[in-house]
Structures are given as structure tokens and as C-alpha cells.
């Protein structure tokens, strides 16, 4: 045993009682024994407490040659097996009561039992391999690898984005509307330097030729990039990506949901083609360290820095022509531009409303052409053509465009006492969740847009806002920024501020903003306005009413595709979309929700809420 005074044996011995305690209940069943054996039990020394595989091996391999460490995703032990009875006594003699130092400049106390059998794991084998995905290990020697990194210095002039650094060669990309973009007409003058393109004829056998723009990625530990699909028309063929450095976990998602998972290690090479790189999104969750899967259940690898070179060829046509038109930038523009817009009179529904249709059936006459646009007759269907797919496309774009809090907003979160609960319902990429003093849980549609919440340790819920998955009263506070004006009919949205009211306690506050179409910008009116709408500076004159309204001028440049989501009646025509509250009205706070039902349905047919 480690050199301990005795007060140091009493407290180890009593973390042993405790330990062993906690172990009779753990799921895999660990008997611990009297007698030696080649197995040893490792308490605090397993994932859940920072501690990877390297570090126990380190420690344990130097009182003999082992056989195996085992390990398990979220506990706190580790299971050492050496090839010789006589090597595990010695290591539990010297090590039980040891402080172990980790990589990461963590320390542990070891606590060591015999135990009569090592566990088994059966780690599952991931059958969702995306479709023309390859991974080449060992692409490059160390001395190559060491030669990469030596050349890219840094210190010279680079882009630096939110969640890394970024060199460009060949070609600059052009960051707009969330679409990394290149243009072809306009390339870096000298091209790739003269260090890169060997590299760049080596890796052109898996490419539609030698690639002509490069990427260059640094990510520090803690950092990743966001999932994402490259845009399809600015390239040609396949992506390819060299990793240096730190090994990290790469995530891959399919839109009908399903997930891979594939650990990218040092000088290997990753060729994206086919559906893995038209459909399926990449991206590389932000954190200090991975766990991957192994035959002896899973490791925790910590990352340090990690640089990427991504290979290119550029497509000077702009064009695509590839199966996932979903997914294309280019087939969209070419589907949208070839949709008819429907030709009506001044009062009946706005053109720029009913472009949203992507399906249209056109009838026309060489006097008098007329275009007819079908639109669903099921809300939900309506909604998710036009809300929900357009979310789970737009997902990167948008939360990229969604960073800074809205003040009021902030204040209202803010102004609920510490410790209280609050939900975020429609939560977005979650730029409220982190302010709250208290507990703000998120709720979305959107899987995509949780996913980006997740990855950055926000507490979040996949949900209807027409059904939440809370219980009555649970909440403090709730906010819907933005969410309730793409319901599609009136039904519906009062359907979600019921559901609101149903999970606020009573006393307990509500904020919900809408879109609306009587917004000012210094008096001037928004492009899509139809008709100035009259300024109402407060609604309710009772100071004991229970539902206080304020206005608002805010002002928004563009609305999305998303946001045009119509009403329709039963003739299936199109009607304006917005929900039409005063000065592009707020209802702020609502107090007494149980009280509130009748006096908003009251209100919104006051005020022709729906048009």
C-alpha cells in the first residue's frame, strides 16, 4: 500500500466501505474477492471521473504487462487485468490509496479490490454508415504531418471565426447567408503554394480531379464546427479532409434522424462522397474530450489541438445535378425560379405570400394567363412543408444569424427571481438558455436546432408547442419568441398559448413575441406591409387586469420562407399568414393563467387578429 500515516488508513479505509457499498449495486455485477487475483477494480479511476484509458495504463503497466484495461461510459471505476496473479498483487500493494495524476493536471485517489472476473461489454457495431463515406488511416508519416504543421504559421494573417481558425488557399470562401461559397471567377493570385501540391496530386484519386481550393482548420481544445452539409454547387464530386494532430469524434446525421459516429485519428484521411456528402450533415460537437467505443468498452480521449486540411475541386459552372434535390442549393433556385406566381386582383392575396408554394399546377390561356397554386388543405401538412423541413434545412444559416439576445427579452428572463424555472418553447439554437439565474429548459421542433443546443450543454426537449411534454404548473416563467405566428390557423395558435397557461404556475409570468405586419421603421413601413396598421399604445386601461399588453416597432429587414407559413380557408385559398395584434403588438406578461383563456380569445377577435 501507499506510504499513509494512520489517520491517511482510517480515511482510506472508510472510502472503501463506501465505495464497496455503491459497487453492490452496479449493473455489471462485479464480485469483489479476498483472495488475489489478476483482476483489479479501480474505483475512481474511470470515465466519469476524467481518467482515459492512457492514464490507468500508464500507471497500472509499470508493475507488470496487462492484459486489458476495461472500461464503461459514465463510471467512476476501471477494470485492470494483468497477465500474472503476482503482477496485480504487487500493483494493488503499491497503488490502492495513490493519487494519480491525469492529463488533463486532474489528480485521483485510487481505490483497489481483487474481483474473481473481468466484465464483458458487447459494444453494438453502428449499422448507419453513410453511404460513401471512407476513412484511410495513417495517410501521412509523422515526419510529413510534422512538416504541414510547420508551414502553416499561424501567426501570419487568418480568419477567425467563432469556434476556430481558418486559413484559405486556391480560393476564398465567402461566408453569406450561412452557405460557404466560392467565387470562381476570383481566385487567390498563385494558387495553391508550391508545399501543397504534392499533397493536393496525392489525394485528386478519391476527388473529380486535382483539387484547386483548400481549407485549412485549427481547432483548439473545447471547439468544434457546427453540423452542416458543403454546399453542393460551388463543388465538384467528392470532399476530402486530412486530420492532424489531436484525434477527434465526428458526428454524422441523416435527415430522417439517424446518427454515426466516427473517431477521425491523427494523419488519416476522410472522403465524403455520395450521400454522405450531399444529405447527410458533419459536424464536431464542441468539448474537451470524446468517448469512442472499443472491444473493451468505451475511452475517454481528451482533445487538444487539432488542425484540418480540407480538399476541393471547384465547380465554375455553379451547377449540380446530383441525386439529393432536396438537399441542392442549385435544383432549389431552379425549382423556385420555374414556379408560377399567382396573378390576382390588388385586394385578393398578396403575390409575394403565395410564392412560398414550391408545388404548383399551372392552367393558362393565351388572353388571359392564369396561374393556380395548390395549397394543402391540412395544417399539419401546411406546416411542415413550410415551417418544420424549412428549419431542419436552414438550421446552421439561421442559428448563425441568431446570436445576440433581444434586450427585452433579456430583461424579462433576467427579472425572475434566482433559482426559479423557466421554459424556452421554440427555443431556436438556444441564444436564451444561458442567461437565465435559474432553470431554462428548451423546446423545440426542430432536431437539427437541437442539436446545436445540445452541443452547447443546454438543457433541451424535442416538443410541439401545441403538446409539451410538461407537467401543469411546473414552470415560474415561459417565453415563445417568435414560434406562434407560424401556426396556421387561429385554432391552433390559441391551441399553444393554452398550453402556455397549462404549464405556468399560478402567479407566474409569460412572454410572447409574434410577427406582425404593422411594423415602422422611423415611420417608414416594412416592404411587406399591406396597409398601415393603427398604432395602439396599450390595449388594457385596468391596472388590476390580469394580461398586460405593450407595443412594439421593431422592425425586421427579411422574413424567410419559414415565416410566410398562410392561412387558408376551406376553398384552400391563401390568406395572409401573420398575426395581426395592433403596432406589431407583444402580449408581455400574463398573470393568473388559469383566468387568462377567455379574456386572449376575447382580445384577438377584438382586435381581427387573423385576417
Given amino acids: 500500500m501507499a506510504t499513509l500515516s494512520n489517520r491517511g488508513r482510517r480515511k482510506l479505509a472508510r472510502k472503501l466501505s463506501h465505495s464497496f457499498h455503491r459497487l453492490r449495486h452496479d449493473p455489471i455485477s462485479l464480485r469483489v474477492v479476498d483472495t488475489p487475483t489478476r483482476h483489479l477494480l479501480a474505483g475512481n479511476a474511470g470515465i466519469g471521473c476524467g481518467v482515459t484509458r492512457d492514464d490507468v495504463t500508464r500507471c497500472f503497466a509499470q508493475y507488470g504487462p496487462l492484459l486489458a484495461v476495461w472500461m464503461d461510459r459514465e463510471t467512476t471505476y476501471s477494470v485492470v487485468s494483468y497477465t500474472d496473479i503476482v503482477h496485480a498483487a504487487t500493483a494493488r500493494d503499491q497503488l490502492n490509496g495513490f493519487t494519480l495524476l491525469l492529463e488533463n493536471t486532474l489528480k485521483t485517489q485510487l481505490l ?31 515526419e510529413t504531418e510534422s512538416n504541414l504543421l510547420s508551414r502553416l504559421n499561424w501567426s501570419e494573417t487568418s480568419a477567425l471565426l467563432k469556434h476556430r481558425q481558418v486559413k484559405h488557399f486556391g480560393f476564398e470562401f465567402v ?30 484519386r478519391w476527388m473529380a480531379g486535382v483539387p484547386d481550393q483548400l481549407t485549412v482548420n485549427r481547432y483548439q ?5 457546427p453540423p452542416h452539409t458543403d454546399t453542393h454547387s460551388p463543388f ?28 477521425l485519428p491523427p494523419r488519416s484521411l476522410l472522403v465524403m462522397s455520395g450521400a454522405s456528402r450531399y444529405q447527410w450533415t458533419h459536424g464536431i460537437t464542441p468539448r474537451n474530450s470524446d468517448v469512442i467505443d472499443s472491444e473493451y468498452g468505451p475511452s475517454l480521449i481528451h482533445r487538444k489541438c487539432r488542425t484540418s486540411i480540407t480538399f476541393r475541386k471547384v465547380n465554375k459552372n455553379l451547377d449540380c445535378n446530383c441525386g439529393f434535390p ?27 405570400t403565395t410564392s412560398i408554394n414550391s408545388v404548383a399546377t399551372v392552367t393558362t390561356t393565351s388572353a388571359d394567363p392564369v396561374a393556380t397554386v395548390t395549397v394543402p388543405a391540412d395544417p399539419v401538412t401546411l406546416e411542415t412543408r413550410y415551417v418544420r423541413r424549412v428549419y431542419e434545412d436552414i438550421a446552421t444559416h439561421f442559428s448563425a444569424t441568431r446570436h445576440s439576445a433581444w434586450p427585452r427579452v433579456r430583461s424579462f428572463i433576467e427579472s425572475a427571481p434566482p433559482g426559479a424555472v423557466g421554459a424556452d418553447i421554440g427555443c431556436g439554437n438556444g441564444k436564451y438558455l444561458a442567461i437565465s439565474r435559474g432553470y431554462l429548459l428548451g423546446s423545440d421542433i426542430s432536431g437539427n436546432l437541437l442539436e446545436i443546443c445540445s452541443g452547447r450543454g ?23 419568441v417568435a414560434v406562434i405566428h407560424h401556426l396556421s390557423s387561429v385554432a391552433r395558435r390559441l391551441r399553444a398559448v393554452r398550453e402556455l397557461c397549462r404549464i405556468t404556475a399560478t402567479g407566474g409570468r409569460i412572454l410572447i413575441y409574434v410577427w406582425a405586419f404593422e411594423q415602422h421603421n422611423n415611420e417608414k413601413k416594412s416592404f411587406y406591409i399591406k396597409r398601415k396598421g393603427e398604432r395602439h399604445s396599450q390595449l388594457s386601461e385596468s391596472e388590476d387586469t390580469t394580461v398586460k399588453f405593450e407595443t412594439e416597432s421593431n422592425y425586421w429587414d427579411a422574413i424567410s420562407a419559414a415565416n410566410k407559413c398562410g392561412l387558408y380557408d376551406t376553398a384552400g385559398t391563401v390568406s395572409l399568414p401573420f398575426i395581426r395584434i395592433g403596432q406589431c403588438l407583444n402580449i408581455r406578461m400574463f398573470w393568473c393563467p388559469g383566468q387568462l383563456i377567455s379574456q386572449v380569445e376575447a382580445v384577438l377577435r377584438q382586435l381581427n387578429a387573423v385576417v
Avoid at 479490490?113 to 501521412?140: A, H, K, M
Avoid at 435527415?255 to 459516429?261: F, K, L
Fill in 112 to 142: 483497489l479490490w481483487f474481483i474473481d472476473q473481468p466484465p464483458v461489454f458487447s459494444p453494438e457495431p453502428q449499422t448507419n454508415v453513410p453511404e460513401g463515406l471512407e476513412l484511410i488511416p495513417e495517410f501521412i508519416d509523422v
Fill in 175 to 204: 461566408y453569406t447567408r450561412g452557405t460557404n461559397s466560392v467565387d470562381p471567377s476570383n481566385p487567390i493570385p498563385g494558387g495553391l503554394p508550391d508545399w501543397l501540391l504534392g499533397l493536393a496530386g496525392k489525394v485528386s
Fill in 221 to 225: 481544445s473545447g471547439q468544434g464546427i
Fill in 236 to 263: 465538384l464530386g467528392p470532399v476530402v479532409s486530412l486530420s492532424l494532430q489531436s484525434p477527434v469524434l465526428m458526428e454524422f446525421s441523416h435527415p430522417d434522424g439517424r446518427r454515426y459516429q466516427l473517431l
Fill in 326 to 352: 432536396e438537399k441542392c442549393d442549385y435544383q432549389s433556385r431552379v425549382a423556385k425560379d420555374s414556379v408560377a406566381m399567382v396573378t390576382t386582383s390588388t385586394d385578393s392575396v398578396d403575390m409575394a
Fill in 458 to 480: 443546454h438543457p433541451v426537449v424535442q416538443s410541439d408547442c401545441l403538446s409539451l411534454p410538461f407537467r401543469g404548473s411546473s414552470v415560474d416563467y415561459a417565453i415563445c
